[in-house]
């Protein structure tokens, strides 16, 4: 029975992956690219249940030999505050702190050539098309002075690597078939949080944009954990107090049966 689940799951993921080479063959036959650029998802809609362990997206779509292409996914912004902890007295505190305004949540990338390759500095920032570059465009707010010793450069470092260790920011590579067809798997991971996520296909030939197109993502909670996930949000004080009730309720319980035992 064992390996019969496995051979049918190895199976399905053979003809998902046929289907969705046949449909780029066609299309390649059909579609007259030229300056305009086509690609595609798997999923566009991603339900989170309770049991969600994260979800495998595969992009796909043409190209053309003389065009290099990039994938950006982003979503949805959030300011996200980051911290340093100092020794005083002998304690601990969290003395220094930034928040980052609307820094999007997951980042992945894919590009046919390192994207330093394929597009100049100028571009790469003005678009924010990279970690680093993208991190240099947004608004910050923080409660001290930069010094030589305590750099912004340092702090955006510290952002970067521990959205990477979430598996939140990540490079993906992206697999050239035929200098016809383009396709890239993202893994959104368990921790990815509901919402609008822009995925963005760019066309670039010398090092310049020709065309740009866009799709979205939508990721979103289901079942119980989409009911109380809506009611934290529309009804917030009311949510807050019955957390406090079946704490107490919880307390209470546990207490009564700790004494009986």
């Given at each position: 029975?064992?390996?019969?689940?496995?051979?049918?799951?190895?199976?399905?993921?053979?003809?998902?992956?046929?289907?969705?080479?046949?449909?780029?063959?066609?299309?390649?036959?059909?579609?007259?690219?030229?300056?305009?650029?086509?690609?595609?998802?798997?999923?566009?809609?991603?339900?989170?249940?309770?049991?969600?362990?994260?979800?495998?997206?595969?992009?796909?779509?043409?190209?053309?030999?003389?065009?290099?292409?990039?994938?950006?996914?982003?979503?949805?912004?959030?300011?996200?505050?980051?911290?340093?902890k100092e020794r005083?007295?002998?304690?601990?505190?969290?003395?220094?702190?930034?928040?980052?305004?609307?820094?999007?949540?997951?980042?992945?990338?894919?590009?046919?050539?390192?994207?330093?390759?394929?597009?100049?500095?100028?571009?790469?920032?003005?678009?924010?098309?990279?970690?680093?570059?993208?991190?240099?465009?947004?608004?910050?707010?923080?409660?001290?002075?930069?010094?030589?010793?305590?750099?912004?450069?340092?702090?955006?470092?510290?952002?970067?690597?521990?959205?990477?260790?979430?598996?939140?920011?990540?490079?993906?590579?992206?697999?050239?078939?035929?200098?016809?067809?383009?396709?890239?798997?993202?893994?959104?991971?368990?921790?990815?949080?509901?919402?609008?996520?822009?995925?963005?296909?760019?066309?670039?030939?010398?090092?310049?944009?020709?065309?740009?197109k866009n799709k979205?993502?939508?990721?979103?909670?289901?079942?119980?954990?989409?009911?109380?996930?809506?009611?934290?949000?529309?009804?917030?004080?009311?949510?807050?107090?019955?957390?406090?009730?079946?704490?107490?309720?919880?307390?209470?319980?546990?207490?009564?049966?700790?004494?009986?035992?």
């Open positions: 029975m064992v390996i019969l689940n496995v051979m049918e799951t190895m199976f399905y993921k053979f003809y998902k992956l046929l289907f969705l080479y046949i449909i780029l063959i066609v299309l390649s036959n059909k579609l007259a690219f030229g300056e305009e650029a086509y690609f595609d998802l798997s999923d566009q809609e991603i339900e989170i249940q309770t049991n969600f362990n994260g979800k495998e997206v595969i992009i796909f779509g043409l190209t053309e030999p003389q065009f290099d292409t990039l994938i950006t996914i982003k979503g949805p912004n959030k300011d996200t505050e980051v911290s340093k005083l007295f002998g304690f601990w505190f969290n003395t220094k702190k930034i928040i980052y305004k609307d820094l999007p949540s997951i980042f992945f990338i894919a590009s046919s050539y390192p994207i330093n390759e394929i597009l100049n500095d100028d571009t790469i920032t003005k678009k924010a098309l990279y970690f680093e570059q993208m991190i240099i465009n947004l608004v910050t707010q923080r409660n001290f002075n930069f010094t030589k010793q305590n750099k912004q450069e340092m702090w955006n470092k510290n952002i970067i690597e521990i959205k990477k260790e979430l598996n939140l920011y990540k490079d993906y590579k992206l697999k050239i078939i035929d200098n016809k067809l383009f396709q890239t798997k993202v893994f959104f991971p368990s921790n990815t949080v509901p919402g609008s996520y822009d995925v963005n296909i760019y066309q670039i030939h010398n090092k310049v944009i020709i065309n740009e979205k993502i939508i990721i979103k909670k289901a079942g119980i954990g989409n009911i109380i996930f809506q009611f934290a949000h529309n009804k917030p004080a009311i949510y807050g107090i019955l957390c406090i009730v079946f704490a107490l309720f919880a307390g209470l319980m546990a207490a009564t049966i700790f004494r009986r035992l």
